[in-house]
């Protein structure tokens, strides 16, 4: 469901572009995007809702591919601190 041109810094996950490396995509779904492991960062898109308004995401990381792989709350809180 994705595909990525990084000529463009772009990335279609579902129907939306998002922006490779945008910590403020504007296509990304509410608390999106979250950093990855691997440094990326996580993009979501609306999925669906079913009969019980459960939904469920498109999500994959803008350098790994993967769809789901969050730092974990300490390694995020360590990460944000560092000096750039």
Known sequence: MSDKDTEN???????????????????????????????????????????DCEYWLYEMCDKCGENYNPLCESEASKDENKPK
Not at 12 to 29: F, N, P, S, T
Request: proline share 2%; with cysteine.
């Open 9 to 51: 810094g772009k990335m279609k996950l579902d129907v939306y572009e998002h922006i490779i490396g945008d910590e403020r995509c504007q296509e990304c779904w509410r608390d999106y995007p979250k950093k990855c492991k691997c440094g990326g960062l996580i993009h979501a898109s609306f999925g669906d809702e079913d009969e």
